[in-house]
């Protein structure tokens, strides 16, 4: 899209392969998360017909209910602007479905299931009012029911009346059913190792606000045309979507674009840079279904790419809409980074393998030699490191190009790891204390939670340790220091910290676990 207009629009690949019918630009897929943007818009249009505040305590506008299980006093210093920054701390429904034992895109997934979990919450990821940010599906579902509860309308509804029908947005919708039937739908797909396809649908029934959405590139470019003409919503609502959220100690708030991936956050939308121009985007990903709507605002240039396959780890959506604007937007680019290798000997890359920790999340950046070189895993990013000095490497993608800093503290000679990625706060790592042998039927038992209602068998496999659970494989720890393992619970809770809680006789009494989209997450050990 070029300033309000559509330049070029084509579908490739298949909609349905049952009957063989093709993706066209009007073909209606799963959108996923860009649904955020269109729930914003709907929270801004109350905001400015002045039904309620940004700032508003979001008990105010919710039955108390929902709430009441989160610590004492946290639940009113929540506000509908940190739900709809992911500055709330609330734990997302998705991580903690998965973590409880259901299967995305298996089991059927209802709103009420995820008010249970809600109200069944009795810790977060992270003390309001806006102290650190976190990705939060369940925020959107919040402000989703916040919406509903002024209007007296479904989402889907007020969604249609107040966005889609001024912006001819015809293909466009909120759907309540996972059942519902979709005239030229492109059917979700992920591929087998065998090289077959099998249909990976999202079960999701009246899950509006943070997901749900039908729509189609060509209604996009509708959307897209709305930030040139401002139709709905006027300068009020789409400033304040691509105003960077601020948090409390000044901040901008960073959070994931795709697994690993940083970037700052308005409202509904993510604001970023590519190769020295401003961006404003969204991705999504549910299912057999991959999405992204990405604008230069200054440039008044846009690109939307909706995709019915579950594409691998090392291909993102971002990378393809990129390579679009780089053919459109070529002389305005800045030019890309050129890299020089430096060739290091195996000691001295041998010398940064390990496991490094962030003191603040908890989460584990992993280091490791494959294929010759270095190779880092944190949370989703994996990927092989490019050597430019000896202390200095460089990630050249997906989803983004950081920098991987060795360096060591000046007061105890620890090694810690500094990562930068583009566009986003850099992280600090502490270098794991050295592996001590350890006796590892101290950690077999039951482990419970209470919010989540699971239990968690930690058994021997082998010389290791996994974790047995319900409708998932087990998951096998791999041991990093005495109370610290690594596993991969599932696929949106790939490479997370388990760390074992000890008493003040060093008994194990619990667990916890940290990573992508969760933050000290525990398990009490049965006796």
Known sequence: MQAGRLVYARGYGIADLDHNIRITPKTVFHAASLAKQFTAMCILLLVERGSLCLNDGVRKHLNPRLLNNLPSGLGEQITVRDILSHTSGIRDQFVLLTMAGWRLSDDVITRDDVLDLVHRMNSLDFKPPRRDCLYSNTGYKLAGLIVESISGLSLSQFAHQNIFKPLRMKRTQFYASHGLVVQNRAYGYKKTNDQHFQLRMPNYDDLTGPTNLLTTVKDLARWDRNFERKTVGGDFALSLMRTPSTLL????????????????????????????????????????????????????????????????????????????????????????????????????????????????????????????????????????????????????????????????????????????????????????????????????????????????????????????????????????????FTTNLSDILAFCAVTFLRDAQRHIIGFQIDGLNIHGFEFKKCR
């Not at 509904?268 to 590519?274: D, F, Q, T």
């Not at 930068?420 to 992280?427: C, F, I, M, R, S």
């Open 249 to 484: 100690n000044g901040r901008n708030v960073s959070i994931p674009l795709a697994p690993g991936l940083k970037v700052d956050y308005g409202l509904g939308l993510m604001i970023s840079r590519y190769r020295g121009l401003n961006t404003i985007e969204h991705n999504g990903r549910d299912a057999g279904y991959r999405s992204h709507l990405i604008r230069f605002p200054d440039q008044h240039f846009g690109v939307a790419c909706l995709c019915n396959l579950a594409l691998p780890n090392d291909v993102h959506l971002r990378n393809l809409v990129h390579r679009v604007a780089d053919v459109y937007l070529a002389d305005q680019l800045s030019p890309a980074s050129p890299t020089s290798q430096t060739i290091l000997s195996q000691e001295e890359l041998g010398s940064r393998v390990g496991v490094y920790r962030n003191s603040a999340t908890q989460s584990p950046v992993q280091i490791s030699i494959a294929g010759g070189g270095l190779n880092i895993s944190f949370e989703a990013i994996v990927g092989t490191l490019t050597a430019i000095s000896r202390d200095r490497f460089r990630l050249l993608g997906p989803p983004q190009p950081a920098d991987v800093i060795f360096t060591t503290s000046g007061d105890s000679a620890k090694s810690q790891l500094l990562l930068q990625v583009e566009g986003a706060q850099p992280l600090m790592f502490d270098a794991a204390p050295p592996k001590i042998p350890v006796n590892l039927t101290e950690y077999t038992g039951r482990y419970y939670s209470k919010e989540i209602d699971a239990v968690y068998n930690i058994t021997l496999d082998g010389d290791s340790l996994a974790i047995v659970r319900r409708k998932y494989p087990k998951a096998v720890l791999r041991h990093v220091d005495e109370n610290l």
